[in-house]
């Protein structure tokens, strides 16, 4: 079978494909120097177009995962990048065409993302459709590879990016809005935190039926705590928490997931802004103790990602990006057969703060910056702690969202922000989500390195910038490049190989580094 790449929104541009696997060892500095006291990784993953779906389309989350890797060591940077071997991606290698039919696969238009029902057959039929392509964390020693929906989590090598297996605690995950169609078929979201002195990873599974959510607290030896929230108030994309010291802190928000939406000719996501933001505190300690559920008086918003967290007496703070509407296509705004840009360039956040007040249960919403920004991170050291900085991609309004173009380091204590242009004007770049590496591991929160990939798709290059925390408007302290444009991942973390090996989970070989 033979077919070429289609002309679509979510192959074009930025979203071009990397469609091979890559080994580049010891890679090219352009600028500067690699810091030597890096040892670790900055890993990403996003959707890269294979091959057509059976309704020859191309949804953004059908495209299997592909991970990435730099991999830093005494001075030297190795680049990899791999398919992650689900057992969709197996299934379709095995066929060699696309195996599955979506319900929301064939509109032809924005409404098209590949997260609806699929059609089952002989061949599919215990086959889960999750393809592993939103976020890459470290956990227990290992990495692991997270779809948010459609299947259970894969652990990858974080040195060959081999695709290990499925977690061993994949069967005390719950289901998602899809049927479970073998054992261990559960998800697991897109952006849990982790305490780093237990290690353990607070996470959840969500659904578009009740409960909607169900906590689930993994320990490092594979174990996993869980708690259906019944008392969950509606359905939600629940994709982001805050973490303090004594709560995951949850927001219910009016963007919607309804499979059943399809079949009435919408898109699975929707907005429904007269739902009230709620926002529930979940103990950390005792996941079956009291959940507070804060309902809101709130103007419809929308917090994709959250930034950080900060209790001071009885003000819980929230800092996050936050929108008007999600950066997503709505029947609001298209009609049948509209094409719409992705993301970003749909809607523009610009960091906020929704403070809650824990005695008295009010909150209030402020916005914090007139730059708009988005894909924050925090040092991940300090989950569930506190943070004092944050570090974002943003840049400047266009149309109805926003040019992402800068690195941006937020001081939330003093809210104040330094801003580095890295793509000017009339530059062709994704500037991805930038990932933080502290200078030692005892350094202080905040204190070391923001490494930016940017795909220069345009002219078929990668690159990261590697900048020094102690001042980002300096500019770049080393600029590593690669002979290929990346292809456009949402997310990824850093893996530090300082740190010592925590115990790794059940059934899975240690990390040896
Ligand atoms: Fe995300």
């Given at each position: 079978m033979s077919y070429s790449i289609p002309d679509t929104v979510t192959t074009k541009g930025p979203f071009q494909p990397m469609r091979f696997e890559a080994t580049v060892e010891e890679?090219?500095?352009?600028?500067?120097?690699?810091?030597?006291?890096?040892?670790?990784?900055?890993?990403?993953?996003?959707?890269?177009?294979?091959?057509?779906?059976?309704?020859?389309?191309?949804?953004?989350?059908?495209?299997?995962?592909?991970?990435?890797?730099?991999?830093?060591?005494?001075?030297?940077?190795?680049?990899?990048?791999?398919?992650?071997?689900?057992?969709?991606?197996?299934?379709?290698?095995?066929?060699?065409r696309g195996m599955f039919d979506y319900s929301d696969g064939g509109f032809g238009d924005y409404r098209d993302y590949g997260y609806g029902e699929v059609v089952r057959t002989p061949e599919n039929a215990h086959t889960p459709q999750g393809t592993s392509s939103i976020n890459i964390f470290p956990f227990a020693g290992e990495l692991v590879v997270s779809g948010e929906l459609g299947g259970p989590p894969q652990i990858i090598d974080p040195i060959t990016l081999e695709t290990k297996g499925i977690v061993p605690w994949a069967p005390a995950l719950s289901k998602g809005p899809h049927e479970v169609v073998c054992f261990g078929d559960g998800t697991f979201c897109a952006h849990p935190k982790w305490d780093e002195d237990t290690g353990i990873l607070y996470g959840w599974s969500y659904s578009d039926t009740a409960p909607y959510v169900s906590m689930k607290y993994v320990h490092p030896d594979g174990t996993v705590e869980s708690r259906d929230l019944w008392d969950a108030p509606y359905n939600t994309v629940a994709h982001d928490i805050w973490l303090t010291p004594e709560w995951v802190v949850m927001p219910f928000q009016p963007f919607i997931i309804d499979l059943q939406r399809n079949s009435k000719g919408y898109a699975v996501f929707g907005w429904e802004p007269e739902l009230p933001i709620t926002i529930a505190l979940i103990p950390r300690h005792n996941l079956q103790g009291e959940i507070r559920w804060i309902q809101t008086d709130l103007p419809a918003q929308y917090v994709m990602h959250t930034m950080t967290a900060n209790v001071k007496g009885d003000q819980l703070i929230l800092d996050a990006p936050i929108f008007n509407k999600p950066p997503f296509p709505m029947e609001q705004d298209f009609n049948e057969g509209d094409q719409a840009a992705l993301f970003f360039s749909n809607a523009a956040s610009y960091l906020g703060r929704w403070t809650v007040n824990l005695t008295t249960g009010d909150t209030k919403a402020e916005r914090l910056s007139e730059l708009p920004s988005e894909i924050c991170k925090v040092d991940q050291r300090f989950y569930g702690k506190r943070h004092r900085y944050g570090f974002q991609i943003g840049g400047q309004p266009k149309k109805h969202g926003m040019r992402m173009d800068s690195l941006i380091r937020n001081d939330v204590d003093k809210v104040t922000e330094q801003v580095y242009q890295i793509r000017g004007e009339g530059e062709l770049a994704a500037v991805l989500e930038a990932s933080f590496a502290p200078r030692t591991t005892d350094a202080p929160e905040g204190d070391g390195y923001i490494i930016v990939p940017v795909s220069w798709w345009n002219e078929r290059r990668g690159e990261f910038q590697i900048f020094d925390t102690d001042d980002i408007t300096a500019g770049p302290i080393c600029k590593i490049e690669l002979p290929f444009h990346m292809g456009w991942t949402p997310h990824g973390h850093w893996m530090d190989f300082r740190q010592k090996t925590i115990q790794p989970s059940r059934g899975t070989s240690a990390l040896t580094i």
């Open positions: 890679c090219i500095v352009t600028h500067g120097e690699i810091p030597k006291d890096l040892a670790g990784g900055i890993y990403r993953t996003g959707p890269c177009w294979k091959r057509p779906t059976k309704q020859g389309t191309a949804p953004l989350l059908a495209m299997d995962g592909m991970v990435q890797g730099l991999v830093f060591d005494n001075g030297r940077a190795d680049f990899r990048n791999r398919w992650v071997r689900t057992p969709k991606y197996v299934l379709e290698d095995k066929y060699a």
